[in-house]
Every structure is written in structure tokens, then in C-alpha cells.
């Protein structure tokens, strides 16, 4: 396959991407919050629980994966990336390791991952990866993100996608501006904007073949705690616009991530997004908290009980998968 059928393939209409990448910290933060103890066999387990739900294959086009999972075995005795190709779902692994303070600006992150990576790719690649995750973080606050943050961290993404696009895989590219802060959305639109224009940039520079990479971006919302709320139709014009001005449209996906947002406040600002989305972009989601953790709750509950876990998961997948067609609504919630 060329990269862009993987691109394709990745966020075919009606499917998205399950972000199941949780670095083993994040994961200690999930299980604990439903009162799980963080154990090698417990998150194995619940990974394994949704990896082989049949929403799978109606509705996930690509796993992402952490480098413990991707090297694991399932109870059955296959390992996890084959059980997902089982499934015809495109195997992801998260490559960047994380971020660290941004010399010369503190109170910023830069992401790191960039030395060996080329070696580590071509490990992944052997393991059955067939595209990969680097995410940049950026804050909104009152001088941030600094241009020093948001070239540093462009250049790093860029330079991480020529890199996997050499090793014949697909980069997503994810530049998250973060929901923290009490922000409006406009706000969130400029900074968006700029951010995405640094990406480019340097994506070009890097000579990366804008064919062959899935965004993963934020959709243009207010902060957490800003006081000026808004609707699904105001983040769905706002986001439409944004993308359209800002990402080339030689772009086949666009996958968004739900930095934060309830389960059904992704899957109703995707519906509201591709119900006016007038361009050739695939755009659907590229989940991890807002596809997992309805799932992650009953599985905290009733662990042995795989058919309820599977039936909580295959509705939510279920429901964004009709959001990335714009057929989504409410009243299939109940
Ligand atoms: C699934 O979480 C991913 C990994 O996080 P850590 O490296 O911090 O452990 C994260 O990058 C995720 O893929 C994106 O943020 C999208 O997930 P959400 O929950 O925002 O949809």
C-alpha cells in the first residue's frame, strides 16, 4: 500500500483511529481513577477487552499503540498487532517519548524522541507499525504559546514525519493546543492558526509528502473554564474555517483528538463539524479518553463481563463512526 492509501484506510469514512497509546504513567492515572490497581496483566487485559469488540472492524481504521503494547501477546497466544491486521485495522505506535521542559521557556513543553528514532522505526516497522504518533503540547495563556515553542516544537514534528515517512509509514501529526484556561474561542482559533502554519512550514521544509500524513488536530473550542460557552454549530464553523485556511488540501485525513471534551461532546462536535464539511478532507476522530472511558468504567466494574464492556465500547465507537459521516444525532444516544 502507498502511504496515502494507509492515510486513507486509516480514516475511511465511517471509521476512526482508537488512541490507545496511554504511556504506562497516564495509564496508572486511568486505572486509579476506577479504582484499578496498574498491573502489566490489567492493562494487557482491558486493552485486549476493546481489541476485540466488534466495533473494531466496522468502526476503527487504526489502533495507536504504546512500545509495551505493540511487543505483547493476547491470552489467545497472537500477538496484539496481529489481532488488530485481524481485524483490518491499520497498527499505529506513539514514537515520541514525551515532553520536556523547553529550555529558555519553563513554563513550556517541547517534545522529545527525535535521537535513534530512525533505528527505533525501523524496529516498529518489523513489529507490524504501519504509521505513527508524535504529539507537540501547547498552552494557551497570557504570553503563551511562545514563538520559541511553537517553531521548536513544528520543527520537531516535521523533521519526526520525513523520518517516518522514509521508514514507509504514515505520521500523524498532532499539534495540540490544550483546552486548559479560561480562554474564549477565538482565541483558541488564533493560536490554532498559528500553530498550524508553523506545521506546514516546516513540514515543507522537511520535504514531507503531505499525501501520506493523517492531522491530528484539536477542533477550535473555548477553555475549560472560560465563561462564554458555545454551541456544536459555532465549534463546527469556526473548526471548518480554520482548517480550511491553514492545512493544504493535498491532506488526505484529518483525525481529531478530544483533549478533554465528555464522550458526547467529541462525538457532537464531529457530527457538527461534518455536517458543513464542504471539503475533500476525510476528517473523523482519533480518540483516547472520549472512545475509552464509558468502557474503561464498566470494565472497572464488571471485568469479567466482556460482553458489556464490548457493548458499552461498540456504541460509543459506534457513534462517533456516524459522526464522521455526519449522521449522528442525539436521540441515538438513548
Ligand atoms: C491516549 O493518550 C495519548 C498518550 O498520552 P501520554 O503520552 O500522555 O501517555 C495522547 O497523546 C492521545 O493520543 C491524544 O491526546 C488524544 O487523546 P484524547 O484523550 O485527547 O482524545
Redesign the pocket.
Known amino acids: 500500500m502507498t502511504l496515502e492509501e494507509i492515510a486513507k484506510k486509516m480514516c475511511a469514512k465511517g471509521k476512526g483511529i482508537l ?5 504506562t ?2 495509564m496508572d492515572k486511568r486505572l486509579t481513577s476506577v479504582g484499578v490497581e496498574c498491573t502489566d496483566k490489567n492493562r494487557l487485559n482491558f486493552r485486549e477487552t476493546l481489541f476485540t469488540s466488534s466495533a473494531m472492524k466496522s468502526y476503527i481504521g487504526g489502533v ?1 499503540l504504546f512500545d509495551v503494547t505493540i511487543r505483547e501477546k493476547t491470552s489467545t497466544g497472537i500477538s496484539i498487532p496481529e489481532l488488530l491486521e485481524k481485524n483490518n485495522s491499520v497498527v499505529g505506535i ?1 514514537v515520541d517519548k ?1 515532553t520536556k521542559k523547553l529550555a529558555g521557556s519553563p513554563e513550556e513543553v517541547i517534545t522529545d524522541g527525535l535521537d535513534g528514532l530512525r533505528e527505533r522505526l525501523s524496529e516498529y516497522y518489523k513489529l507490524g507499525a504501519r504509521f505513527t ?1 508524535w ?1 507537540a503540547v501547547f498552552n494557551i495563556g497570557k504570553n503563551y504559546p511562545s514563538i520559541q515553542s511553537i517553531k521548536s516544537n513544528a520543527h520537531a514534528l516535521a523533521r519526526y514525519s520525513a523520518l517516518v515517512q522514509e521508514a514507509k509509514m504514515v505520521p500523524i501529526v ?1 499539534p ?1 493546543v490544550l483546552m486548559e484556561g479560561d480562554h474564549d474561542i477565538d482565541t483558541c482559533y488564533k493560536v490554532t492558526t498559528d500553530v498550524l502554519n508553523e506545521c506546514f512550514n516546516e513540514l515543507a521544509i522537511q520535504k514531507v509528502l503531505l499525501k501520506g500524513i493523517v492531522l ?1 488536530p484539536n477542533m477550535v473550542v473555548p477553555g475549560f473554564k472560560s465563561s462564554k460557552k458555545v454551541t456544536p454549530e459555532e465549534i463546527a464553523k469556526k473548526t471548518l474555517d480554520c482548517l480550511k485556511k491553514n492545512v493544504p488540501s493535498d491532506v488526505p485525513g484529518i483525525a481529531f ?4 471534551q465528555s464522550e458526547q461532546e ?1 462525538t457532537n462536535n464531529l457530527d457538527a463539524i461534518n455536517k458543513i464539511n464542504d471539503t475533500n478532507f476525510l476528517i473523523t476522530y ?5 472512545l475509552q472511558q464509558s468502557a474503561l468504567k464498566t470494565w472497572a466494574e464488571e471485568m469479567n463481563n466482556t460482553k458489556a464492556i464490548h457493548d458499552v465500547f461498540n456504541h460509543r465507537a459506534k457513534m462517533n463512526g456516524l459522526a464522521s459521516k455526519g449522521e449522528w444525532s442525539q436521540a441515538l444516544e438513548v
Open positions: 488512541a490507545a497509546d496511554e504511556s504513567g497516564t495507536i506513539k514525551g504518533k504529539r498532532e495540540e491530528k483528538l478530544s483533549g478533554g467529541a482519533s480518540y483516547g479518553r472520549a
